[in-house]
């Protein structure tokens, strides 16, 4: 049983396009969300996240959307770079280890 | 600051075999969780490991076992390995307790293969 589903396994975009990225969950107990990227051979990065009070966070040019009601959340990187190809996860959290429960991944491509 | 550190970076067992891998943690952070990236999938939670003992653990086995040291570094312990166990395990350090916080360092990862 999937609780966090990310649909699309991979998403192409040009250089300064805007990039949707999708997430789809559906545990009501998370309350925190968070985005993280992975490049090859290397660990997952923080992105950005949002707390379940909020509909929107920004940080430079990384914005989370979050519907509640929807139990749907979108990441929205814009003006894309081609630094920023990668696979991005969704990530929301809950329990008291505050344990987080990843998404698939969507692999990004920022073509120049 | 230092980050997060995992070895070894590569290891191939056969099948019945243990294997522990070791995580230091990112300076200051006092919380260790462990989680296993199967190919193609996002990675999914072990266990965690806060002041050296178990604070959470996901849906593993007994087989899969860990250790939190007073330094805040950690081991994780699999035993009768399986050939599904091949995967890139993950350890991720954090602050816990009343300063908990959601957001993980990861390291790089050991990539466990099984044969």
């Known amino acids: 049983d999937q609780q966090v589903k990310q649909n699309s396994p991979s998403l192409s975009v040009q250089e300064g396009r805007i990039s949707i990225l999708n997430c789809d969950y559906t545990?009501?107990?998370?309350?925190?969300f968070l985005w993280y990227k992975k490049y090859p051979a290397e660990g997952p990065t923080f992105l950005i996240s949002?707390?379940?009070?909020?509909d929107k966070n920004e940080d430079g040019r990384f914005t989370v959307f979050l519907n509640k009601s929807a139990k749907h959340l979108s990441l929205h990187i814009v003006p894309s770079q081609p630094g920023d190809s990668a696979v991005y996860f969704c990530?929301?959290?809950?329990?008291?280890?505050?344990?987080?429960?990843f998404g698939s991944g969507t692999q990004l491509t920022v073509l120049p | 600051e230092t980050g997060v550190t995992q070895s070894p970076t590569h290891l191939i067992k056969t099948r019945g075999q243990q294997v522990t891998l070791r995580c230091s943690s990112q300076?200051?952070?006092?919380?260790v969780s462990w989680y296993q990236q199967a190919l193609g999938q996002g990675p999914q939670f072990i266990f965690q490991?806060?002041?050296?003992?178990?604070?959470g653990r996901g849906n593993f086995p007994p087989r899969f076992s860990g250790l939190q040291f007073p330094n805040y570094s950690s081991e994780l312990n699999v035993n009768a390995l399986e050939l599904d166990d091949s995967a890139l395990y993950l350890c991720?350090?954090?602050?816990?307790?009343?300063?908990?916080?959601?957001?993980?360092?990861f390291g790089s990862g050991t990539q466990l293969s099984v044969l």
């Open positions: 991720a350090s954090s602050l816990g307790g009343a300063l908990t916080n959601e957001k993980l360092f």
């Open positions: 545990n009501s107990m998370f309350d925190y």
């Open positions: 949002i707390s379940s009070i909020k």
């Open positions: 990530a929301p959290s809950s329990g008291s280890a505050r344990q987080l429960t």
């Open positions: 300076s200051g952070h006092n919380t």
């Open positions: 490991y806060y002041r050296e003992e178990e604070n």
